[in-house]
């Protein structure tokens, strides 16, 4: 299966993806990982992007559909994927269907004031990207990660004035895609408030593995 994870900074798409990527055995594919990791290598796209991205503002068109369009005609992305944060705009959206047919979105549906929580409680791992939650997935030992015992940090976009940004874009530029594949039929709902293992398992009633 090939899914699009469309929802609100914050709203526990890579978390899912995370889990779902293990479960289902297709790649998790994530513009933010990737940007991510540019920009912590200080490559020409991590140099060229980091000052938007910690600013909450989107990446622009065309780079992101050049490098999402490169990701999926790599070998492991041929058997299923799940994308996450892309598409993030109309003409993205509209991108994507030259180069690849997905079978469903799934919507990740929840309220402005569980994102402000979720993000200024976000930590992540600097060694392996791993996301923890100071309230609802605490690491067992504070600041460090439970998966490789790296340094956890707070993301410079999880700052209060880059989450109220981001979730203006969100609204501005990405909500519009709800009805855009809600229009094709491809649209499936998702309560993203309940813990992870209760969507996992909505998830997978949804989509039984074959
Ligand atoms: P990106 O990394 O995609 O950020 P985002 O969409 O804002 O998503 P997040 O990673 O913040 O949230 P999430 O929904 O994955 O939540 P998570 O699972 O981590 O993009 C970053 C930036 O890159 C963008 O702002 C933009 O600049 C650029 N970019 C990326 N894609 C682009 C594109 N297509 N076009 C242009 N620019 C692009 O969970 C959040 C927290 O909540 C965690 O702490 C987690 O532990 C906790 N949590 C998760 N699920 C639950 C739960 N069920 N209950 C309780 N806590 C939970």
Known sequence: ?????????????????????VDYDIPHISTGDIFRAAIK???????????????????????????????????DAQKGFILDGFPRTIPQAEALETFSDIDAVVNFDIADEAVVERLSGRRVCKACGHNFHVKFMAPKQDGVCDACGGELYTRDDDKIEAITHRLEVYRKQTAPLIDFYREKGKIVDIDAR?????????????????
């Open 1 to 21: 299966m090939n899914f699009v994870f469309l929802g609100p900074p914050g709203a526990g798409k890579g978390t899912l993806a995370a889990k779902v990527a």
């Open 41 to 75: 290598a200080q490559s020409p796209l991590g140099l060229k992007v980091k000052a938007i991205i910690d600013s909450g503002a989107l990446v622009s068109d065309d780079l992101t559909i050049e490098l999402v369009k490169d990701r999926l005609s790599q070998p």
């Open 194 to 210: 309940p813990e992870t293992t209760a969507i996992l398992q909505e998830f997978e009633g949804k989509f039984p593995r074959s």
